[in-house]
């Protein structure tokens, strides 16, 4: 098994407390903490406005962090889960990944999703279009970049992207261009949009959830004609691990604690949905359930340690006892 490290940006109310003027250290440090241990990648959240409600507090953009992090460390790879297609336009965005491919000497991961969160779509004047229109939109975003990673040039007449001989130069490092994860367990389009193109897959972490999507996704690859196991398939963990009961407790407090202090009345359930997760328990515990999803072939778990910012030694007790024992 693989292991990714989320960076604390903020949009999960996980810089709270930190002076502006200090977060962007705090990240480094994390960032540059990854490069150095056992985590083959480290990825960011792309979004604007913090849940579980937009605050006032602080959330770094994804793809320019992407490009800060690319200049800061030499080995670890860099991805966000997920780009939003809706943000950006496709042949822009295909730009500028295949730019922090080069400054990063061909280390970038894509993340791409539709999106979902309503409420940045609407404050930043996207609107929000109806499910069916962002997938659409997603299937043709991802052609775009397809064509300008492999080709250098793109034209599409699509319904919701038209480009017509879009250059992209240079091209990313990477032979082949930069590899697509396709994020999200929509059955009827997102899997299939995933099977289609995508290098790995990032859906349901949790045992039932991920053999019933795994189930899907290698049927819409038996449909194209697309190897099954070609595709890498990672789930994302929020990890709450502690030496014993009572440092979990405590750590989830902390958590309670500094959501309180911005959104109190979503602090419960903050917590609840942290305590809720499979990767919560001693360090034998979260090997236990982690080994569960491996089983049915979840190779690559992309980890969020809630508290990262603040207090690493959780981030350590998962180096020294879990990953060894899975990896």
Not at 17 to 31: C, F, L, R, T, Y
Not at 66 to 93: D, K
Not at 257 to 273: C, K, L, T, W
Request: proline share 4%; aromatic share 10%.
């Amino acid at each position: 098994m693989r292991f990714g490290l989320f960076v604390p940006q903020g949009w999960r109310l996980d810089l709270v407390g930190v002076e502006p003027a200090d977060q962007w250290s705090v990240m480094k440090g994390i960032a540059q903490r990854a490069d150095a241990g056992p985590w083959e990648s480290l990825w960011v959240y792309d979004h604007v406005h913090t849940v579980p409600v937009p605050t006032e507090e602080a959330t770094h953009e994804a793809w320019t962090l992407m490009a800060a992090f690319a200049a800061v460390t030499e080995r670890v790879r860099l991805g966000q889960m997920c780009t939003c297609m809706g943000y950006r336009n496709p042949a822009y965005l295909a730009k500028v990944a295949a730019t922090v491919d080069v400054v990063s000497g061909g280390r970038v991961e894509m993340g791409i999703g539709a999106g979902w969160y309503e409420h940045e779509w609407r404050a930043y004047g996207y609107g929000f279009p109806r499910a069916g229109e962002r997938l659409a939109m997603l299937e043709e975003g991802v052609e775009i970049m397809r064509q300008l990673w492999t080709q250098g040039v793109a034209t599409l007449d699509g319904e919701h992207y038209r480009v017509d001989g879009a250059l992209c130069r240079p091209l990313p490092l990477q032979e082949g261009g930069i590899p697509l994860w396709v994020a999200g367990g929509g059955e009827k389009k997102t899997l299939r949009t995933a099977a289609r193109y995508a290098a790995c897959t990032n859906f349901d972490g949790s045992a039932e959830g991920f053999a019933h999507k795994s189930s899907v996704l290698e049927g819409h690859c038996r449909d194209l004609g697309r190897d099954y196991d070609a595709i890498t398939r990672s789930a994302n963990y929020n990890v709450v691990v502690g030496r014993d009961e009572a440092e979990v407790a405590d750590r989830l407090e902390q958590v309670r604690a500094r959501v309180a202090s911005v959104a109190p009345d979503r602090a419960d359930e903050v917590v609840e949905g942290l305590r809720s997760g499979p990767a919560v328990g001693t360090p034998e515990q979260v090997v236990e359930a982690l080994r569960a999803v491996g089983d049915l072939g979840m190779t690559y778990a992309i980890t969020y340690f809630a508290e990262a910012a603040y207090d690493t030694s959780g981030i350590e007790l998962f180096e020294r006892e879990v990953v060894p024992a899975l990896a």
